[in-house]
């Protein structure tokens, strides 16, 4: 399976992981985990997601997240765990 | 499994420090369009392009999706010309044609650059490879997206310096052509001594007749990647100092892997090589100079930058070639003029010659490059600087380049401005003392004596 990396950046607001885990439901995207904090204000979110079942294709799902980002006021950006583990694992 | 830390490590260099893949580069075989008839050959070569590459520039958009890296540049290197031309072309015109179809091609396939419009000279002229180069000036005016690259010399065979004499004249020329662009033909034309064949960084790339029918070749970037790392080790140990380059050097080349593995993949191409540069762009941060600056220098080309920029070529390669099953290319930091911010600003504040950049040029990945010059500067002259930078490349058994602009009309207290990527340069001064007997003679220079190892 491969796992693609959902973070969320941006001012802290009411709604934001409602709004986001919302979307994923509704494209049958499970969430695998989650970990966030907020550093002065400021929203931090990482979310590891199963995009297998996923009800659109995954540059669909990309933009469509990062509009619904837009119009909460924070940056969504979704990419596959390869680049991550690539970088940080030997 | 991947924490928060790390992520935000990856994403902070991809926003914030310039991290991205400089190129793609697929590099193609242009051996079985060979034809006796030049319109024939013509017909092939833009068939083979536009079949092999047609799916390049989409794919390396996906894969820029996919994991939110920029992939700033999708490239073809062929088959050198010359080679490919051979049988065809009775005038440099001929050599002309084909360089019209690669350019139509290129545009086709919607790719940045093609590199390839090449003579492989290190020891003689063919009839072919000398028409090739005298078409340089008129190929490259009438072109938009072609590149091209003369191998002069090696370590192997010395330097052809009938051939250096010749691409004085012709770098001029080509200057001459385009004169009303501030001579940016001779942006897309470079010389060199140890070419390699699987190098994708234009205007040297070309594919190499070792090389199978396709590959896939990346070259990575992030000179603001090791700037900004080096920026929380101020006044540390060398020791620290290196290992934090290498470190860096290694999480860049990983991503460079990353994406040369998916393209090959996707475009069902073989991967060749990553080439591990540093390739700076005139974009604030993304500059080369600086991270000497950040090493302890006020400006590059102060006394210490050779040793700066040895320790910092060196750091890279460790750090690279563990990150990647292939490594090849020139692999190394890049010394451009026009192309790195900091390059300039040492330029304008007098602190950087081009005789300090050709010392530069012993310890790093190639040599003179994107250095604009006056555009009065005789072509004799020119030789003599490219012989100089041969030498440097067949001594010490590394590949050298010399990428100089004379522009027209211009002398130094002005600028040149190129555009994009290849970005502007102040004009350097250039010894005027006269080399002419030197050039003008006639032959080859031998091959040092360490070559022979046989």
């Given at each position: ?90 | ?29 242009l051996?079985?369009c060979i034809d006796g008839d030049v319109n024939k050959v013509c017909e092939n070569i ?38 490919v031309g051979?049988a065809c072309c009775?005038?440099?015109?001929d050599?002309?044609k084909i360089?019209?179809a ?353």
């Open positions: 399976m491969k796992k693609t990396i959902i973070t969320v950046v941006g001012k802290d607001t009411v709604g934001i992981i409602a709004k986001t885990c919302t979307y994923l439901a509704d494209n049958n995207i499970n969430i695998l985990d989650i970990s966030q904090t907020i550093v002065k204000d400021y929203f931090n979110m990482m979310m590891i997601a199963d995009f297998s079942k996923a009800s659109k294709k995954f540059g669909a799902v990309s933009k469509e997240l990062e509009e619904l980002g837009e119009s909460i006021g924070v940056i969504i950006k979704c990419q596959q765990e390869d680049i991550f583990n690539s970088m940080h694992r030997i | 499994m991947i924490n928060m830390f790390e992520v935000k490590e990856t994403n902070e260099m991809i926003e914030k420090e310039n991290l991205d893949v400089r190129t793609i580069t697929l590099g193609i075989s051996l079985d833009y068939n083979k392009i536009t079949e092999k590459a047609k799916d390049l520039v989409k794919v390396g958009e996906d894969i820029s999706h996919e994991y939110a890296i920029p992939i700033v540049n999708k490239r073809i290197s062929v088959t050198p010309i010359a080679l051979g009775k005038t440099s015109k050599f002309v360089a019209k690669l350019d139509k091609a290129a545009k086709a396939v919607g790719i940045n650059f093609l590199g390839g419009y090449s003579a492989l000279v290190s020891k003689g002229m063919t009839k072919a490879d000398e028409l090739l180069i005298r078409s340089i000036p008129e190929a490259l005016s009438q072109t938009g997206l072609i590149c091209s690259s003369v191998n002069l010399g090696s370590t192997k065979t010395g330097i052809n310096m009938d051939a250096v004499r010749l691409m004085g004249e012709v770098i001029k020329e080509t200057a001459e052509r385009t004169k009303e662009k501030d001579s940016i033909g001779c942006a897309k034309l470079v010389v060199f001594c140890n070419a390699p064949d699987d190098n994708p960084f234009m205007a040297g790339a070309f594919h190499g007749v070792t090389e199978a029918d396709a590959i896939i070749n990346i070259g990575v970037s992030g000179p603001g990647v090791v700037k900004y790392a080096l920026e929380k080790v101020r006044g540390e140990s060398f020791e620290v100092l290196c290992e934090t380059i290498k470190k860096t050097a290694f999480k860049v080349t990983r991503v460079g892997q990353l994406v040369a593995r998916e393209a090959s993949k996707k475009l069902n191409v073989p991967f060749g090589i990553v080439d591990l540069s540093l390739a700076p762009t005139p974009a604030i941060g993304d500059s080369v100079a600086d991270i000497l600056c950040e090493i302890g220098l006020e400006h590059a080309g102060a006394p210490g930058t050779t040793a700066a920029l040895a320790l910092l070529n060196d750091q890279v390669k460790k750090g690279g070639v563990m990150a990647s099953s292939y490594v090849g290319g020139l692999s190394g930091a890049f010394i451009p003029v026009s192309e790195d911010q900091g390059m300039i600003n040492a330029v304008n504040a007098g602190a950087l010659t081009l005789e300090k950049l050709e010392a530069m040029t012993c310890v790093c990945s190639v040599g003179l490059d994107m250095i604009a010059i006056p555009g009065d500067t005789k072509a004799t002259t020119i030789s003599g600087i490219i012989a100089d930078e041969m030498a440097i490349g067949m001594v010490n058994q590394k590949t050298t380049a010399v990428r100089l602009i004379p522009v027209i009309g211009k002398k130094v207290g002005d600028s040149a401005e190129f555009g994009g990527l290849l970005g502007y340069a102040p004009i350097m001064p250039v010894n005027e003392f006269s080399c002419d007997d030197f050039i003008n003679r006639k032959g080859r220079i031998p091959a040092p004596i360490h070559s022979f190892k046989n």
